[in-house]
């Protein structure tokens, strides 16, 4: 990856309001690979205390999506074109983290694994809570 496409995908990385929100941090941007964290706060949990799996789903979208715009040496936007999660536990940790693969980088269309895991601060352990499968597709 060029250091133009890294600070491309950085850039946008900031420049998102959703992600501002989520507090959310680029942990690493290589090509065909994107990983983040995000801190827990209140609004993403159920009762329990665990993430909500909305939270989950939002995360692996944007993880993905990044990840697939990392596969291409151009400037580019990408859409969701289909998105499967399996939970595998109770997300419980202080803050999730996701580290998404391109498996297969089209033209237009790419398929990602993002793999979606808990982290506990104290420990520094991950565990491992959700595992996806998503394609996305090249609008521009």
């Given at each position: 990856?060029?250091?133009?496409?890294?600070?491309?995908?950085?850039?946008?990385?900031?420049?998102?309001?959703?992600?501002?929100?989520?507090?959310?941090?680029?942990?690493?941007?290589?090509?065909?690979?994107?990983?983040?964290?995000?801190?827990?706060?209140?609004?993403?949990?159920?009762?329990?205390?665990?993430?909500?799996?909305?939270?989950?789903?939002?995360?692996?979208?944007?993880?993905?999506?990044?990840?697939?715009?990392?596969?291409?040496?151009?400037?580019?936007?990408?859409?969701?074109?289909e998105?499967?999660?399996?939970?595998?536990?109770?997300?419980?940790?202080?803050?999730?983290?996701?580290?998404?693969?391109?498996?297969?980088?089209?033209?237009?269309?790419?398929v990602?694994?993002?793999e979606?895991?808990?982290?506990?601060?104290?420990?520094?352990?991950?565990?491992?809570?959700?595992?996806?499968?998503?394609?996305?597709?090249?609008?521009?």
């Open positions: 990856m060029t250091p133009q496409k890294k600070q491309l995908i950085t850039d946008s990385f900031s420049r998102s309001e959703t992600l501002k929100f989520y507090k959310a941090e680029l942990l690493e941007v290589e090509t065909d690979f994107i990983s983040m964290k995000i801190p827990k706060m209140d609004v993403m949990t159920r009762k329990a205390g665990m993430f909500n799996g909305a939270m989950i789903a939002s995360l692996v979208d944007v993880s993905s999506g990044y990840a697939a715009v990392s596969h291409y040496d151009e400037d580019c936007y990408v859409v969701t074109v998105l499967k999660v399996n939970y595998l536990r109770p997300a419980m940790g202080d803050a999730l983290v996701s580290k998404s693969y391109v498996v297969k980088g089209g033209a237009k269309i790419s990602i694994r993002t979606i895991y808990t982290v506990d601060e104290n420990s520094g352990s991950e565990s491992h809570v959700a595992t996806s499968l998503v394609t996305m597709m090249k609008i521009k």
